[in-house]
């Protein structure tokens, strides 16, 4: 599996700009969301194939999204997690330098400084 880049593509939507970013062979998947006048990036929908997980494509899409934001002029990166998943995803974005916000419903909010 190569490792060392993403294939990524922009396209617009209504009231903003969407980031996709896909491992190519479309083994890996994640979105941003990003409103033209905020600079503030909502992540979602990361998912990594189930049987090419714990290889580091996670982190490379992360990588990858959080860069492409930043180069984008976004400030900050948000995403939510719910309650109900595992321990090690939620500790895995804090030592990726995600910060709890707020927890709201069943989910916990996260927002990095990019």
Same mark, same amino acid.
């Given at each position: 599996?190569?490792?060392?880049?993403?294939?990524?593509?922009? +396209?617009? @939507?209504?009231?903003?700009?969407?980031?996709?970013?896909?491992?190519?062979? $479309? &083994? *890996?998947?994640?979105?941003?969301? =990003?409103?033209?006048?905020?600079?503030? +990036?909502? @992540?979602?929908?990361?998912?990594?194939?189930?049987?090419?997980?714990?290889? $580091? &494509? *996670?982190?490379?899409?992360?990588? =990858?999204?959080?860069?492409?934001?930043?180069?984008?002029?976004?400030?900050?990166?948000?995403?939510?997690?719910?309650?109900?998943?595992?321990?090690?995803?939620?500790?895995?974005?804090?030592?990726?330098?995600?910060?709890?916000?707020?927890?709201?419903?069943?989910?916990?909010?996260?927002?990095?400084?990019?």
């Amino acid at each position: 599996m190569k490792k060392d880049t993403c294939t990524y593509h922009y +396209s617009k @939507a209504f009231n903003g700009k969407y980031i996709r970013v896909m491992y190519d062979g $479309g &083994l *890996g998947f994640v979105m941003c969301e =990003t409103a033209d006048d905020s600079k503030d +990036s909502y @992540a979602s929908c990361l998912s990594v194939d189930e049987g090419h997980r714990k290889k $580091g &494509l *996670g982190t490379l899409l992360m990588d =990858t999204i959080e860069s492409t934001a930043r180069n984008e002029g976004m400030k900050t990166m948000t995403l939510d997690v719910e309650k109900e998943s595992a321990e090690w995803l939620r500790e895995w974005y804090v030592s990726r330098g995600y910060k709890k916000v707020k927890e709201e419903g069943k989910y916990i909010t996260y927002r990095k400084d990019l």
